[in-house]
């Protein structure tokens, strides 16, 4: 009789036998990379991001609600705030990029021989406040 060999247990298999271990069901979970994606650097050499998106290191299994407030940020539905979240660090980084960017193209500008363009001008002496106008004074009477 031929020995014969028994087939490999595919990834999928095991991830569900090992969620039946911990109490949990595949829609129950899901899969998270830390740091977010967008706000890994890009390696030019190989373009994917730094640490590759698909290290196992970087990637965590989390509850959906687990996994919906690490996205979204706190507040439940309403979605009170994204401070801390990773959509909320994501435009923070996108704000700070956009003014690193304008004030380098000032700067370029400016060694290149161009007079900045200034957007209003200071005024040459405060204003005067209504308290102490010269004409009508109630006081004064």
Known sequence: ???????????????????????????????????????????PATGDTIPPA??????????????????????????VTTAGSDIGNIAKVRRLTEAQEEARRRMLAKDAGEKPVRKSRWPKRPFQSRKYAKKGNPDES
């Open 1 to 43: 009789m031929p020995e014969r060999r028994r087939k490999r247990i595919p990834d999928k298999v095991k991830l569900i036998a090992a969620l039946r271990r911990m109490g949990l069901t595949i829609e129950q979970v899901q899969f998270d990379h830390n740091p977010a994606l967008a706000l890994r650097p890009i390696d």
């Open 54 to 79: 698909n290290d196992p290191e970087y990637i965590e299994l989390l509850l959906i609600a687990e996994h919906k407030e690490k996205t979204f940020g706190k507040g439940g539905e309403k979605r």
